[in-house]
């Protein structure tokens, strides 16, 4: 640049313009698809002897081909972002028996656990027994739930209008999940006291919570924390978790010292852990999050 243009540049700057730079031209760029969550496998996939809905989820650093049944019936595939359908369809097929068991196992399990609705005759369980479901209006001002001897009944105000809502379900279903919480710890502090003094064995300790992935649990430092939807099961179920865990205060580990002592209080604790994974679905209502409508609680085992 010449002295000329330098001044000429700097005179333009101070009376407030700019030079004009010179624009590039414009290059047409197509929107493309998020290759992350882009289904590339058909919705559904054939067998031979039956079909399932796909979920396939691309990943970009995944080795290999992961899948497995959801509780839902749904086939979930992980792929590389560069696998083509042809590549994972390969991978797929030869797995088609396995697919298919367990395919035919989710839907066994979705027909023993229709969903629930918070509404007025369903039917629920708790305490290891059935549950009905009975809607009262009362002359009361706000709504309430009672215990009675083989139902719970929700009563409401006369010409609530609170019914009609379309958020009603889910409003009832964190009001209900808040009331059974503390019903679950006035059944489940009592076995837990009586298993302590059976046993000699004392927990710093015992909260309740709503895990996903597990019944019970037991820290190093001695506090046991429970699954408040073990009150949906019947009175074996909740002593066998609840002596599981106090074991732990004795044993940190799964060793034969460990089973021994559990099985001197709960002999038959093989066949109880099988009616649990069983019935596990049964709290499945009470869950923040139904997984049928994905997961099955576990013990730390």
């Known amino acids: 640049m010449g002295l000329f243009e330098s001044v000429q540049l700097e005179l333009f700057e101070l009376m407030g313009y700019k030079k004009r730079q010179e624009r590039k031209p414009s290059v047409y ?4 698809p998020n290759k992350q969550h882009e289904q590339r496998l058909p919705p559904e996939l054939s067998f031979e002897n039956f079909s399932c809905p796909v979920e396939l989820i691309r990943k970009k650093n995944l080795r290999g081909l992961r899948f497995r ?11 590389n972002k560069s696998s083509s359908d042809k590549e994972i ?3 797929l097929m030869p797995h088609h028996d396995w697919i298919e068991k367990q395919v035919d196992e989710a839907k066994k399990r979705l027909s023993k ?3 629930k609705k918070w509404q007025s005759g369903q039917v629920f369980k708790w305490n290891g027994g059935p549950y009905e479901l009975v809607f009262s209006p009362s002359s009361t001002k706000k709504p309430h739930i009672r215990f009675m001897e083989k139902s719970f009944e929700y009563f409401f105000p006369l010409n609530w209008q609170e019914l009609e809502k379309v958020d009603f379900q889910e409003k009832l279903h964190t009001s209900f999940l808040y009331f059974f919480k503390l019903k ?3 059944v489940l502090d009592a076995k837990v006291d009586h298993w302590a003094k059976e046993m000699q064995l004392f927990p710093r300790s015992v909260s309740y919570r709503n895990q996903k992935a597990r019944w019970g649990s037991c820290s190093s430092e001695g506090k046991v924390n429970l699954n408040w939807k073990l009150a949906v099961f019947n009175s074996e179920i909740q002593d066998y978790v609840i002596i599981h865990e106090l074991a732990h205060l004795k044993h940190q580990d799964h060793s034969k010292n460990f089973w021994n002592l559990v099985e001197n209080f709960a002999p038959d604790r093989k066949q109880t852990s099988k009616e649990l994974q069983s019935t596990a679905f049964d709290a499945d209502p009470f869950a923040a999050q139904s997984e049928l409508y994905d997961f099955n609680p576990s013990l730390d085992a």
């Open 89 to 91: 369809l390969s991978l």
């Open 69 to 79: 049944v959801s509780t839902k019936a749904n086939l979930e595939v992980s792929a």
């Open 113 to 115: 656990n229709p969903q």
């Open 29 to 32: 760029k197509p929107n493309m």
């Open 184 to 186: 679950a710890s006035e």
